[in-house]
T-cell receptor, first 113, second 114 residues
Framework: DQQVKQNSPSLSVQEGRISILNCDYT??????FLWYKKYPAEGPTFLIS?????DKNEDGRFTVFLNKSAKHLSLHIVPSQPGDSAVYFC????????????FGKGTKLSVIP | NAGVMQNPRHLVRRRGQEARLRCSPM?????VYWYRQLPEEGLKFMVY????????ESGMPKERFSAEFPKEGPSILRIQQVVRGDSAAYFC????????????FGDGTRLSIL
């Protein structure tokens, strides 16, 4: 039973355009969400997070949107750069004392120069 | 490098041997987590430790797998009598606290079983 789903295995975007990566979750207890970027043969790198008391969080070119009623979040990257090409993982945690992250399977983003 | 350090980066073992994976958390972090990633899959939680204590090992197989985080030294994930199905990437993460605190990951150990 996959509690965090990233339904697009891959996404191609032109350099300079917006990349939108999507994530859906099923567990209503999730209240903290994170996005990680992963290059081949490296570990996931933390990008940005959002707690359920917010519906948007920005950090430079990265913005995460949370729609709690739809159990959906998205990561927007504007403008996209070739160095953004990587696998992006959505992860979720449940509760103030949570420590166990549940990950999606990832979306491979390719930014075409 | 103040990041999470894992070694070895690659480990090859024959079936029946033991595998030991090491993880040094980021400076100032006392919470350590181990995750496993199979090909084309997301990371799956295995165990959460604080210094000298296993807090939650619910994601770790009951047999052959063990983890520790001693008072001195790195955290160790130990797999005894490895089988082909243990082949995976094993990632360690650390954090300053729990709850709304991001976990920071090492570059992983890629375990291959011959």
């Amino acid at each position: 039973d996959q509690q965090v789903k990233q339904n697009s295995p891959s996404l191609s975007v032109q350099e300079g355009r917006i990349s939108i990566l999507n994530c859906d979750y099923t567990n209503s207890m999730f209240d903290y969400f994170l996005w990680y970027k992963k290059y081949p043969a490296e570990g996931p790198t933390f990008l940005i997070s959002i707690s359920s008391i917010k519906d948007k969080n920005e950090d430079g070119r990265f913005t995460v949107f949370l729609n709690k009623s739809a159990k959906h979040l998205s990561l927007h990257i504007v403008p996209s750069q070739p160095g953004d090409s990587a696998v992006y993982f959505c992860a979720a945690g449940a509760g103030a004392g949570s420590y166990q992250l549940t990950f999606g399977k990832g979306t491979k983003l390719s930014v075409i120069p | 490098n103040a990041g999470v350090m894992q070694n070895p980066r690659h480990l090859v073992r024959r079936r029946g041997q033991e595998a030991r994976l090491r993880c040094s958390p980021m400076k100032g972090h006392s919470h350590v987590y181990w995750y496993r990633q199979l090909p084309e899959e997301g990371l799956k939680f295995m165990v959460y430790l604080q210094k000298e204590n296993i807090i939650d090992e619910s994601g770790m197989p009951k047999e052959r797998f063990s983890a520790e985080f001693p008072k001195e030294g790195p955290s160790i994930l130990r797999i005894q009598q490895v089988v082909r199905g243990d082949s995976a990437a094993y990632f360690c993460a650390s954090s300053q606290g729990i709850g709304n605190q991001p976990q920071h990951f090492g570059d992983g150990t890629r375990l291959s079983i011959l």
